[in-house]
């Protein structure tokens, strides 16, 4: 069984930073691409990030571009998300994704002062 949970979240400051990460079980992580998809308050699903299988190749949304890096440690089944500069509407729900869809329950990112 797939399971992915999030950790990381919280409340932190406009132009703070934080780090998510995304602890894998249940399938052979270093052979999937993985994506962070984030969802605000009365809004649809927003994709932020992606990552290939192997680590070298990394996608971001414009919105992120620049102040998001997405990374993974394969030997740890664990995918990163290192968020800096972040602004008021960086708030949502953050989930760690397979393109499958599958996803965990997600952590909780507030910015706001």
């Known amino acids: 069984e797939v399971q992915l949970v999030e950790s990381g979240g919280g409340l932190v400051q406009p132009g703070g930073s934080l780090r998510l990460s995304c602890a894998a079980s249940?399938?052979?992580?270093?052979?999937?691409?993985m994506s962070w998809v984030r969802q605000a308050p009365g809004k649809g699903p927003e994709w932020v990030s992606a990552?290939?299988?192997?680590?070298?190749?990394?996608y971001y949304a414009d919105s992120v571009k620049g102040r998001f890096a997405i990374s993974r440690d394969n030997a740890k089944n664990t995918l990163y998300l290192q968020m800096n500069s972040l602004k008021p509407e960086d708030t949502a729900v953050y989930y760690c994704?397979?393109?499958?869809?599958?996803r965990g329950q997600g952590t909780q990112v507030t910015v706001s002062s």
């Open positions: 249940g399938f052979t992580f270093g052979s999937y691409d």
């Open positions: 990552i290939n299988s192997g680590g070298g190749s990394t």
């Open positions: 994704a397979l393109t499958n869809g599958s």
